[in-house]
């Protein structure tokens, strides 16, 4: 069995298992809800694995200082389009 490397995650993923992988990523979610116009810091994440996939991890520091166009729920994925 023979590593696939996936050098946008900076870590190896065995063939076998990245069907699972890519299936159940991890995505950044609201440790809290956060009310629509809100500047996101970055104590307001999480990271789950969730569905919809949203942002991964690695890109958690993109978020900070954006604004959110919607309410999002605490445990649910932030997605790009909805921070500004």
Do not use: H
Not at 21 to 41: H, Y
Not at 72 to 84: C, P, R
Request: net charge negative; glycine share 6%; aromatic share 10%.
């Amino acid at each position: 069995m023979s590593p696939l490397w996936c050098s946008d995650f900076q870590y190896y993923v065995y063939t076998s298992t990245l069907s699972t992988f890519v299936f159940l990523g991890k995505s950044v979610v609201a440790k809290v809800d956060i009310p629509k116009g809100t500047e996101l810091k970055l104590d307001m994440f999480a990271v789950k694995v969730g569905e919809p996939k949203g942002i991964p991890p690695e890109n958690m520091q993109e978020l900070v200082g954006k604004k959110l166009k919607v309410d999002v729920k605490e445990d649910n994925s932030i997605l790009t389009y909805e921070a500004t």
